[in-house]
């Protein structure tokens, strides 16, 4: 009995030192983020500073708010799009039997160990031929297909949908999609509730594609804006650090309210049956 408890003793101060190098470099970034650039070149500040109101106005007056909303609404348009189309490709190939099934999911495999980076030229120019170059809408439309979200969905619904409930669905008269939109979609919560933490945090923290595709600056997003206190303040790091911390907010949001969610969906994917 004793060794059972110095052994949990051991896990948790483990735990608890693992726990401080992930919150302290959060930490630090909202300590400095209360100090200007010449204080926070000085070393690492661990207690609040006064000068956050003023990286705060500096932020506004360069449009930091306009920044921050074209963000939220990139990253909730392709989060909501990309699960429910994820959904509906992962509930496919997870529940139906037919001929090139395994062929597609190959492909799918296939396109998870290819880079961005390697098709932005054809991207480009694309969106050229499209004329759906510098507009938001391009940002949610790169940003719904997800060959990740497929593959989690597909698995994820070969292990949480019954198929008797679908054929009882079936033998009610209810259409393939009926039954996925009242039925399938309700079971795969979990996974949705993860996909679409996963899906935000990513265009929320998208820069690469936003630089490429966006030439107007009223449609920056907000890493966008971050970068421009560089190029007009010659380096605000007070400033940035400012409008780092305020990019937070959301992301603890979420996770915060699908955190549930999260466990749920990577503990039931993780169950066989």
């Known amino acids: ?14 735990l608890g030192m693992v726990g401080v190098v992930v919150v302290f470099p959060f930490y630090s970034m909202i300590m400095m983020s209360t100090y200007s650039t010449p204080e926070i070149f000085r070393g690492i500040r661990f207690t609040p500073g006064d000068f956050f109101l003023r990286n705060a106005r500096t932020l506004l007056s360069q449009g930091f708010m306009r ?25 496919a190939l997870g529940i139906y039997q037919f001929k090139g099934k395994k062929a597609i999911m190959g492909m799918i495999l296939v396109t998870l160990m290819i880079p961005m980076q390697i098709a ?14 510098d507009t938001h809408l391009i940002l949610i439309l790169l940003g719904i297909p997800s060959a990740f979200g497929v593959f989690w969905m597909s698995s994820f619904s070969r292990q949480a949908i019954p198929l008797s409930i679908l054929e009882s669905a079936y ?6 999609f009926m039954t996925f939109v009242k039925i399938g979609l309700p079971l795969l919560m979990p996974a949705c509730g993860t996909l679409f933490l996963l899906v935000f945090l990513g265009s929320w923290n998208s820069f690469m594609m936003p630089m490429v595709l966006l030439s107007s600056r009223e449609l920056f997003t907000m890493p966008l804006g971050i970068m421009l206190l560089a190029n007009n303040f010659g380096r605000d790091v007070g400033a940035q650090l400012a409008g780092l911390t305020l990019g937070t907010v959301p992301i603890l949001i979420i996770f915060a309210s699908f955190s549930k969610t999260l466990i749920q969906g990577i503990s039931a994917a993780a169950i066989k049956e």
């Open 171 to 176: 033998m009610d008269g209810s259409s393939d």
């Open 120 to 133: 932005m030229i054809g991207i480009v120019m694309q969106v050229n031929f499209m004329g759906l170059a």
């Open 1 to 14: 009995m004793t060794k059972k408890i110095t052994v949990r003793i051991i896990i948790m101060i483990l």
């Open 67 to 91: 920044y921050y909303r074209n963000s939220a609404i990139v990253a909730l348009g392709t989060s909501f799009l990309s699960v429910f189309v994820s959904a509906m490709g992962g509930y």
